[in-house]
């Protein structure tokens, strides 16, 4: 009883092996889709082998068999296997799913087997009514299109075996049962070459199927590296790169069907501090919910990228015109104002956006980037944490900066650039301690100049190292006929200090000006060193280590954090003159005032209050215990011949006189 169940659920399992190994993979899409296209390729000539062996087969048999069986029912092969072939014909084309993949070799294996067996069966009928001879031609025939049409079918296992067994079973039975010497040898050589077939049938499907596995698994794992390579990795969202070839195709395809679109270009203000005080853990936190709150509000008319630090970008894919387009990103804009509340701190920024739109601000996908960034960096200096477009007044700074360019390009600059010297005093005994050395442009083509114009220029166009040069030589000419305790303070631009060159051209001038270096202070912006941090430090220490002073400039305008600031070696700063300016009447400059005032002294560094217009604000800064001021109050910055007067007559000359 047991070994009988045993050996029920053996033959089973058996049989359901020789099933599956007959029929068409189920799990495996990939290989059935291979499977069907290498097949494809191989119909018609199948057809034409078992046609033309049909057909000679319906000759030799001509003249002793029925016609119904020679001619019509060759003809009626033909009829079949042309109908078959004209449904190939006309999907040849067509790249079928998996699914119609599937259905189709299954068709073709029921097919190939109704069609072996009957041809078989007509052959072995025709073979009735032959001799000898003609059987063995009826067994060659039989045999031929057996090997040709299984090799057409190497790679469909199951399709290659039905019709092997198909053809193959009854011709060994049949010949078998002719019992003539010829006839059991030629059923013997068919059962050798039909199981050698059949073994490699089984291999080569083996292989085959092997190979399409090993093909399938590299056209995923290059599909995984497409989909990361395209992927900011912290905030799941389209990186840079994805981001430029996704916005060449929408201005390509915007260009082809007159349709626009525009592009955004989003910057947190204040992220900086938060990733400095808090860590990169929370600065990671703070950027992914700020990814999670612009696709959130995106939906589907805004894609949303991050290009990398915290600057991200959007492509507006659907808006109604530009008031449109401004609403939906002060909407994005409002978003990010809401506290972020991460692990353990809440904190808050906001987003500045850039706006450029398609067709109107440019024909060109670059472009278009550029004007957006250009929108953004002028809307952060007077509507920080609102959405700019770029207009035509922005086109027209641009055009007055590239013409500004061309003539400074031009200018014969040792000859048009001049210093002027504002002083710094000490509120205490009313005595210059210092002079600001300041650009002055007059150029002969467009008048006097503002160095806030020209000098943004100039570092744009690469003509701030020879400006530097000019000016520092000079500055320090004049210098040399102060008194000893007047300093000289001079201005550094980013290039300057984040390029080696720059530095040691700098060094040497001042080594070989006959100033002593510990008079010198070299005042520098946190923009400058926010450009390139390590250089921009490397830089300093060097002239630290000259003697020369640093001054942190328009300190309380960027985003320094007190980390960075402790990083360097800086003697001074210089509170801006936005914090200043009505100092006396307003309660919140007064407060920035006192605690930007105590910061530096708790931490040992000189400061110098920039700005001072009126009495009334020089004497609540007074009072705040400021000392050192400078501002239109005071003097504004003067040209050399009018030193002399605001150093009281205490000139080099009148010292040593
Ligand atoms: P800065 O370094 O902050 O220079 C101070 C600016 O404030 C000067 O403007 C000065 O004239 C102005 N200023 C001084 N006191 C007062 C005041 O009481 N009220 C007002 N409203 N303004 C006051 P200036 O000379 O037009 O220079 C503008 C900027 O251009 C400078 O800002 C500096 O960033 C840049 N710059 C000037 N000269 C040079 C230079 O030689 N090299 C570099 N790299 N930059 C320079
Ligand atoms: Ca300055
Ligand atoms: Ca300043």
Same mark, same amino acid.
């Given at each position: 009883?047991? #070994? ?29 889709? !291979? ?39 060759? *003809? !009626?092969?033909? $009829? ?78 199951? *399709? ?18 002719? !019992? ?261 442009? &007059?150029?002969?083509? /467009? ?10 220029? *100039? ?12 000016? /520092? ?44 270096? $510990? ?8 923009? *400058? ?6 250089? $921009?430090?490397?830089?300093?220490? &060097? ?21 960075? #600031?402790?990083?360097?070696?800086? &003697? ?36 110098? #209050? ?5 009495? $009334? ?8 215990? !400021? ?31």
């Amino acid at each position: 009883m047991f #070994i009988r169940r045993r050996r029920a659920k053996l033959v089973k399992t058996l049989l359901s092996r020789v099933v599956r190994f007959l029929a068409v993979p189920r799990d495996n899409p990939e290989l059935v889709k !291979a499977q069907f296209e290498v097949f494809s390729r191989q119909v018609p000539l199948m057809y034409a082998i078992v046609l033309v062996n049909a057909w000679a087969i319906a000759f030799l048999f001509l003249s002793i068999a029925p016609l119904w069986l020679t001619v019509d029912m060759a *003809a !009626a092969f033909t $009829a079949v296997c042309i109908v078959r072939l004209s449904f190939w014909w006309r999907s040849r084309h067509v790249s079928p799913t998996p699914e119609e993949a599937r259905a189709a070799l299954i068709r073709t294996n029921q097919f190939g087997a109704v069609l072996s067996v009957t041809i078989t069966m007509w052959a072995l009928t025709l073979a009735g009514y032959g001799n000898e001879e003609l059987n063995g031609n009826i067994a060659f025939f039989m045999a031929i299109t057996g090997v040709s049409v299984v090799v057409c079918l190497l790679h469909l296992r199951s *399709a290659a075996f039905i019709v092997g067994l198909s053809i193959a079973i009854p011709f060994i039975v049949f010949f078998t049962m002719m !019992a003539t010497p010829s006839s059991i040898a030629m059923a013997v050589n068919m059962l050798f070459v039909t199981t050698s077939l059949l073994i490699i049938v089984a291999v080569q499907s083996r292989h085959f199927a092997d190979a399409i596995d090993a093909r399938t698994k590299l056209e995923q794992a290059n599909r995984e590296n497409m989909r990361l390579a395209n992927r900011d990795s912290l905030t799941g969202l389209n990186n840079r790169r994805r981001f430029f070839a996704y916005l060449n195709d929408i201005h390509q395809e915007a260009r082809a069907r007159g349709q626009h679109f525009a592009v955004g270009i989003v910057d947190l203000d204040g992220f900086k501090p938060v990733n400095d005080l808090y860590g990169h853990a929370v600065g990671d936190a703070l950027l992914m919910e700020v990814g999670k709150r612009l696709s959130a509000l995106a939906g589907n008319d805004i894609q949303v990228a991050r290009l990398g630090g915290d600057e991200f970008a959007l492509i507006f894919l659907d808006y109604r015109n530009d008031t449109d387009l401004l609403e939906r990103s002060e909407a994005l804009c409002v978003a990010m104002r809401e506290p972020i509340v991460l692990a353990d701190v809440t904190v808050r920024i906001t987003a500045s956006i850039g706006l450029a739109a398609f067709p109107q601000t440019a024909g060109d996908a670059n472009d278009l980037y550029e004007r957006a960034d250009y929108a953004l960096y002028n809307g952060k200096r007077s509507r920080r944490g609102h959405a700019t477009l770029f207009s035509n007044e922005h086109l027209e700074q641009i055009a007055r900066s590239t013409q500004l360019e061309q003539v400074l390009r031009d200018a014969d600059l040792d000859e048009e650039i001049s210093v002027f010297f504002q002083p710094i005093a000490d509120i205490r005994s009313g005595k210059v301690v210092a002079f600001e050395a300041l650009a002055r442009w &007059t150029s002969p083509v /467009l008048g006097a100049v503002s160095p806030a114009l020209f000098i943004p220029v *100039a570092e744009r166009a690469g003509l701030i190292d020879r400006l530097t040069r000019i000016l /520092l030589k000079k500055a320090l000419v004049t210098a040399l006929g102060w008194p000893e305790d007047v300093r000289l303070s001079f201005n550094l631009s980013t290039h300057d200090i984040s390029s080696s060159e720059g530095l040691t051209r700098i060094v040497g001038i001042l080594s070989s000006s006959g100033i002593e270096p $510990a008079r010198v202070d070299f005042e520098i912006t946190e923009t *400058a060193m926010m450009y390139d941090f390590e250089r $921009a430090k490397a830089a300093i220490e &060097t002239l630290r280590q000259m003697g020369c002073g640093i001054a942190l400039d328009d300190f309380g305008t960027g985003y320094s954090s007190l980390t960075q #600031i402790h990083a360097l070696p800086l &003697t001074k700063i210089k509170i801006d003159r936005s914090f200043v300016c009505g100092i006396d009447k307003s309660p919140a400059s007064y407060k920035i005032v006192k605690s930007l005032l105590s910061l530096s002294h708790d931490m040992g560094l000189g400061c110098v #209050i920039e700005g001072v217009e009126t009495k $009334a604000e020089m004497q609540t800064l007074e009072r705040l215990g !400021a000392r050192l001021i400078q501002g239109f109050h005071f003097s504004r910055p003067v040209p050399e011949a009018d030193i002399a007067a605001l150093l009281g007559g205490r000139t080099m000359e009148s010292v040593a006189g």
